[in-house]
């Protein structure tokens, strides 16, 4: 069975910083399109960052310079390093791997951003 497992979500000030990490067991880590989901209270799931398995990279306009999404095919891990956080980036975070048909779901990592 699939599984990723994310970690790094906490309690932050505005202005903070966090890393994300997921881990992935259980697949060809290296194929897939791996990526950082968040949802806030009240709202719908929406993309944060992609990663391709040639390491492009993809990033909303609203966390462009301020996340990066990088991975470790060695250690079948994707991060996501948070830089000047912002109340409304609050949310839970997921992570998920793709390839073709296939889609995988982590359980989410909460980041709270309050002062």
């Known amino acids: 069975q699939v599984q990723l497992v994310e970690s790094g979500g906490g309690l932050v000030q505005p202005g903070g910083s966090l890393r994300l990490s997921c881990v992935a067991s259980?697949?060809?880590?290296?194929?897939?399109?791996m990526g950082w989901y968040r949802q806030g209270a009240g709202n719908q799931r929406e993309l944060v960052a992609t990663i391709r398995s040639g390491g492009s990279t993809n990033l909303v306009d609203s966390v462009k310079g301020r996340f990066t999404i990088s991975r470790d095919n060695a250690k079948n891990t994707v991060y996501l390093q948070m830089n000047n956080l912002k109340p409304e980036d609050t949310a839970v975070y997921y992570c998920?791997?793709?390839?073709?048909?296939?889609?995988?779901w982590g359980k989410g990592t909460l980041v709270t951003v309050s002062s």
């Open positions: 259980r697949i060809i880590f290296s194929i897939y399109t």
């Open positions: 998920n791997a793709a390839l073709g048909g296939l889609n995988y």
